[in-house]
């Protein structure tokens, strides 16, 4: 296909990687395991499975408008699926990306292939603002809205290879590569670069990174551009980006782009460095202080409040559904107490964030009898939800800690 996306939909090679990607993740999500790193076509599926396989394909592909989605069940080898979808997905309006459900129930978002073409053409242009880029490395999933503009539609406007990283360690870096990742993972690799740097075995210069689907912490930013952050302020992080610009030798990345989204809208603003406001990307407009225009004229809700500093920048405060960002996934802490108080041994919780600086969640459970029972029907229920919404710490007691006044308050753990 032509450079960039189109109304043709996705070339072959960028339909598979993405296909393996969802069915890797399809496949454990209905067996209940942890996603492996990579599909293995070498896997054997059962009647049901194939069923589960050929819907999810479906769903994400929006296959059921061309009407052939059927043929899906006739087709027995994964490169047959990949050619199939490829040629089909030209005659459907979009990609159909799904919440990760750890803020209630997950839904469905439809994005038209105008739409990414529109997030890819502005994330170009961001990017090379700053510096060629030779190579996308995407180090996260590719079927996953961020993973997909990312690591599929952004490399298919600028016209340049991509690399799917697809295991769980960090992959080999170019010069003139464009990581693009997950909070965690940059958490990891900032950890991980100082050993390097000690070795005299730093990375390639100038490299590029993206990190999405959360905020990331200054310290690692700081850490990822060989910066000194002191412990007083996180401002006047501009040494790493400065370097790159003026063409001075840096250690670690060049610069690390920050994207401001979610899956409902994708991508809407981004920032180079921790403390300065996010500026909106070219296809997003201020409606008004809560709402955003799209270039198609669609009207937007923001996730966040927000603070306008012009027509163009914001700075965010708190989610308006109260989610919080655990691992890079945005969690609501509402949600998973409604999961925990569902069990017939749980008479009622109260679940928080840690105070750690990765936090995590812990629980407050009064039990209905006792709470060894209560604490084997959560060890069980919990071995199933994903990471992020699974309490590290949890306090049983005969009833919920609150103040004086009658409020819930925090406990120790």
Known sequence: MTQGLSSD???????????????GAALSAHRGTETPPAWD?????DSLERLHLAASV???FRLHETGTEDRLLLLRDVDDWIAFVAEAVGATSGLAFQTS?????????VHPWAHLASEAEALHQRLTEVAPIERVVAWLPLHHLYGFMLGVALPEQMGVPRVWAQTAAPPAFG????????????????RTRTERTRANADW???ILGVSSTATLAPATHAALLGQDLPEDRTGDLTRGLAANLTGEPSKGLSGLLDIYGSTETGGIATRWQ???PYTLLAHWQRHDATQLRHRSGAIVPLPDHTEWLDERRLRLGERYDAAISIGGVNVSPTHVAQRLQALASVATCA?????????RLKAFVVPVAGEAEAEADIARATAQWPAAERPVSITYGASLPRTALGKLSDWPT
């Open 204 to 206: 390639p210069t100038p």
């Open 101 to 109: 459900g750890s803020t209630g129930a997950p839904t469905s978002h």
């Open 175 to 190: 010069v003139g590569d464009l990581l693009v990742t997950v909070p965690p993972r940059w958490d990891y690799l900032a």
């Open 41 to 45: 076509a070498s896997v054997p599926l």
């Open 9 to 23: 939909g996705l070339s072959e090679a960028a339909c598979g990687d993405v296909l393996r990607s969802l069915l």
């Open 58 to 60: 479906n769903a994400f």
């Open 274 to 276: 921790p403390d300065a």
């Open 351 to 359: 679940v928080r964030p840690t105070s750690a600086a990765a936090p």
